[in-house]
């Protein structure tokens, strides 16, 4: 089975500080996605990465960046967190070519 | 851009009754996936249409697609309380390049 593993469930933080959300699959997929969702608003795509060292802006990059040094890892970097960014980020993976996403179980982040 | 959108918001039955979600986007798609997600948790894919076929099923599971309304339905049969959950489609636009795009979702809650 795949498996993507977010390295937090929950996390709180204070404004301003520097906090780096990781994901990592195990089914060798080319794809990588970063997503918030926020009740009413659905998920909103934040980053993806289709190969190790390339990303592409989704919709709402602003505020955060994300590094994919390794095909099986990428991370998304909030480098002075706000209270706005208080939101369930979820990572997702999948194959080159096959459009069915692999998600992670969501990593819950509050900035107070 | 939030390609998707899923009517109603949220949808309250019994057990045993069907369950219908609808679904509304905007451009060309490949295909369309319907996702299920459990309270606080991550996506699970449940059912893909792609963008030549009209019906699919899988289980309890029925998916339709019409393109030319560029819409989608999903059918829940005999549902039961374990379904109780919110449901997302998503698509992938025809351009290369693109990530998933989802809705915002619709709540189920089936009660015994």
């Known amino acids: 089975d795949v498996k993507v593993t977010q390295s937090s469930r929950y996390l709180v933080k204070r404004t301003g500080e520097k906090v780096f959300l990781e994901c990592v699959q195990d089914?060798?997929?080319?794809?990588m996605f970063w997503y918030r969702q926020d009740p009413g608003l659905g998920l909103r795509l934040i980053y993806f990465?289709?190969?190790?060292?390339?990303?592409e802006k989704g919709d709402i990059p602003e505020g955060y960046s994300v590094s994919r040094e390794k095909k099986e890892r990428f991370s998304l970097i909030l480098e002075s967190t706000s209270t706005n960014q208080t939101s369930m980020y979820l990572c997702a993976s999948s194959l080159l070519g096959i459009p069915e996403a692999f998600f992670g179980q969501g990593t819950r982040l509050t900035v107070v | 851009s939030q390609q998707g959108e899923e009517d109603p918001q949220a949808l309250s039955i019994q057990e045993g009754e069907n369950a219908t979600m609808n679904c509304s986007y905007k451009t060309s798609i490949n295909n369309l996936q319907w996702y299920r997600q459990n309270s606080g948790r991550g996506l699970v894919h449940l059912i893909l249409i792609r963008s030549n076929e009209r019906e699919k099923h899988s289980g309890r599971l029925r998916v339709t697609l019409d393109t030319s309304k560029k819409s989608s339905s999903l059918l829940i049969t005999a549902s039961r309380a374990a379904d109780t959950a919110s449901y997302f489609c998503a698509t992938d636009e025809t351009k290369a390049g693109t990530a998933l795009i989802f809705g915002k979702g619709t709540t189920l809650s089936v009660s015994s």
């Open positions: 089914m060798d997929h080319e794809n």
């Open positions: 990465s289709y190969d190790v060292k390339m990303k």
